[in-house]
């Protein structure tokens, strides 16, 4: 069973930054894509990016040249780097992992709360 434990999330003022962390309990190159997910209150959970074990990356429009995923295989950990934060950007984070084989499986992270407010 794979385990997703999400962190760093928190309050920061508009214009800041803040790092989150996922860490895995499985190797991270097993998995066939990586992400991150959000949900803001009364809205529907939106991709925020995804990560591949190539090292391709995806972006929603919303955070296109302020978000940056990345991962550190040697310690099955994904992060998401978001700066120049917008009061739009709050929201519960959920970190995902995909697998494909044998069947295809989706496992989430507990969420982690990032609050952008001045």
């Known amino acids: 069973q794979v385990q997703l434990v999400g962190s760093g999330g928190g309050l920061v003022q508009p214009g800041g930054s803040l790092t989150l962390s996922c860490a895995a309990s499985?190797?991270?190159?097993?998995?066939?894509?990586m992400g991150w997910y959000r949900r803001a209150p009364g809205k529907q959970r939106e991709l925020v990016a995804t990560?591949?074990?190539?090292?391709?990356?995806t972006y929603g429009d919303s955070v296109k040249g302020r978000f940056t995923i990345s991962k550190d295989g040697a310690v099955n950990t994904v992060y998401l780097q978001m700066n120049s934060l917008k009061p739009e950007d709050t929201a519960v984070y959920y970190c995902?992992?995909?697998?494909?084989?044998?069947?295809?499986?989706?496992?989430w992270g507990q969420g982690t709360q990032v609050t952008v407010s001045a």
């Open positions: 995902n992992a995909v697998v494909t084989v044998p069947v295809l499986m989706n496992f």
């Open positions: 499985g190797t991270i190159s097993s998995f066939n894509v």
């Open positions: 990560i591949v074990p190539d090292g391709s990356t």
